[in-house]
């Protein structure tokens, strides 16, 4: 069993739509979670980390973490055609050394 | 100005050569990765320096074998390249050996081997 499960995909919404992202994991260890986005052929940039259960809100993204659930999402609200990525979760724990990554859920954005 | 930035961004080669990617930061960050993505989006960790000393060598075969001549830059070189090495390879840094405020990741290099 993997340590971090994401909701597959791919997902496809019209412009405007709110999206939810999600990822479980199973190592109570981790502690710190973040949300990559990877646009076709470029890098995974980092988008938001939290840090503990609770929301965290940065523009139109919102970045929510249940420990008890051992569950995270990701928000977006009024998506745009630019929103249209790869996103990852990735999570660690102090000392890791290494962030263990979900395998991404595509979304596609449609004008 | 580029962050972190891999050359070469492609590379396409025939099974059993020898190949090089180079990684350089320029963010004064000390822990430089190497990680792996399948052609299903998933990022396994191959290799971390911190500051020139390896970490993290995460039961990866023996012909790959990463290299820090200083803490900006993390090169890997891959020997007897097979065809199950075809993936995307990103380089990535981060403050101090923590990542409790994630990565900043290169542009990635697309090895295929033919």
């Known amino acids: 069993q993997k340590e971090v499960e994401q909701d597959p995909g791919p997902l496809s919404v019209p412009e405007g739509a709110i999206v939810s992202l999600n990822c479980t994991y199973s190592n109570s260890a981790f502690q710190y979670f973040m949300w990559y986005r990877q646009y076709s052929r470029k890098g995974p940039e980092l988008l938001m980390y939290t840090y503990s259960s609770g929301n965290k809100e940065d523009g139109r993204f919102t970045a929510q973490v249940d420990k008890s659930s051992k569950y995270i999402s990701l928000f977006i609200r009024d998506s745009q055609p630019s929103d249209s990525a790869t996103y990852l979760c990735?999570?660690?724990?102090?000392?890791?050394?290494?962030?263990?990554f979900g395998d991404g859920t595509t979304l596609t954005v449609k004008p | 100005d580029t962050a972190v930035s891999q050359t070469p961004k492609y590379l396409v080669t025939q099974m059993g050569n020898d190949k090089s990617i180079k990684c350089e930061q320029n963010?004064?960050?000390?822990?430089m990765y190497w990680y792996k993505q399948d052609s299903k989006k998933f990022l396994k960790i191959m290799f971390s320096y911190n500051n020139k000393e390896l970490i993290i060598n995460e039961t990866v075969p023996n012909r790959f074998s990463p290299k820090s001549p200083d803490k900006a830059h993390l090169n890997l070189h891959i020997n007897s390249l097979e065809l199950g090495d075809s993936a995307v390879y990103f380089c990535a840094s981060s403050p101090g050996g923590d990542t409790h405020y994630g990565y900043t990741f290169g542009s990635g290099t697309r090895l295929t081997v033919v």
């Open positions: 990735a999570m660690t724990n102090t000392n890791a050394g290494k962030s263990t």
């Open positions: 963010l004064g960050h000390d822990t």
